[in-house]
């Protein structure tokens, strides 16, 4: 039997069939209203009834960025969204009629890892998704660990540079602002702007409007240029930080790197993974993590979040 799956981003959501082994269908994608939380749910509603025209669906799985509380039915917080104590699942239950659940979206796409892709041979993992921002998920013994108040897991989060960038939490220096998506590019872009050698391929591939995007610097990569990988490996070079201080707590077997950057594969997660050595702490005298890129690429929430309800439904 089928779980729908959606997983809500700050600029689209996507909704899938996914069957009990993790095999998507029918994939919609629809721009993600993320200003409006009251048409983000009518857009939601909307796209679970349109896939169950046509299916036989039992539950329902919602993948959303933010702090979700405990009990799982309300958003918190969400800082790219516009979600506030948000009774996200109470809303969507209210006019679905099968059972409804609500995970975090890096917490949704660990899952979905640990079940049906890289690290599915694993006992115990962390998860970092490096998008617009860096979300993070642990997983331990098999279990999904969420803290005591529901909101565990906010890697992205731990502080790495006293006093540093200005973050969207409130503090200063958290890994995010470091290691995610949007802090590459804005990397990227500043080289590009500069008159050195290394921002030449850079320059070359700006846009019209000069305003260098996330594909040009893709391309960049994929070329081999040196500048862009100067910035990959610096990227690599502050979540090793991160990681490193992360396993001295966790003690995971295996860290998986997600999001859009990580379709770089090795070239992001062997820096990673050298950073990660050179800090990490009584080196040479404790098992090493393997640090891999993830399977499932951008369905990856979606079939966490379906595969998270069907198991709370047989509870």
Request: hydrophobic fraction near 40%; proline fraction near 4%; charged fraction near 20%.
């Amino acid at each position: 039997m089928h779980s729908i799956g959606i997983d809500i981003g700050g600029t689209k959501i996507a909704a899938g069939l996914v069957s009990p082994d993790g095999e998507v269908s029918q994939v919609k994608k629809v721009p993600s209203p993320a200003a409006e939380p009251d048409l983000m749910a009518e857009t939601v509603v909307e796209l679970i009834h349109n896939l169950q025209r046509e299916n036989q669906v039992d539950t329902v799985g919602i993948a959303a960025a933010g702090f979700i509380n405990s009990e799982r039915n309300e958003i918190l917080y969400s800082p790219n969204l516009q979600w506030r104590h948000e009774p996200l699942k109470t809303r969507i239950q209210q006019q679905v009629s099968v059972p409804v659940s609500l995970e975090n979206d890096a917490n949704a796409a660990a899952w979905a890892e640990f079940r049906f892709g890289s690290a599915k041979n694993a006992d115990s993992m962390v998860m970092l998704t490096i998008g617009t921002g860096v979300g993070g998920a642990i997983i331990d013994s098999g279990r999904l660990i969420r803290g005591g108040f529901g909101i565990g897991g906010e890697l992205g989060h731990i502080r790495l540079v006293k006093n540093g960038r200005q973050c969207g939490c409130g503090q200063r220096g958290c890994l995010e602002q470091y290691g995610s998506g949007t802090a590459f590019l804005k990397a990227a872009r500043k080289l590009a702007t500069s008159d050195g050698p290394a921002g030449r391929r850079l320059r070359e591939l700006a846009s019209e409007n000069g305003v260098l995007t996330g594909a040009e610097v893709s391309q960049a990569i994929t070329e081999g240029d040196v500048g862009a990988l100067s910035l990959l490996r610096e990227l690599g070079d502050y979540l090793g930080q991160g990681l490193a201080s992360i396993v001295a707590v966790l003690d995971p077997e295996i860290c998986v790197v997600g999001g859009g950057v990580s379709i770089a594969g090795e070239k992001l997660t062997e820096p990673i993974y050298f950073s990660y050595l050179n800090n990490l702490p009584a080196r040479g005298y404790r098992p090493e993590l393997s640090v891999v890129a993830a399977k499932l690429g951008n369905n990856a929430g979606l079939i966490g979040a379906a595969d998270i309800s069907r198991a709370e439904s047989l509870q």
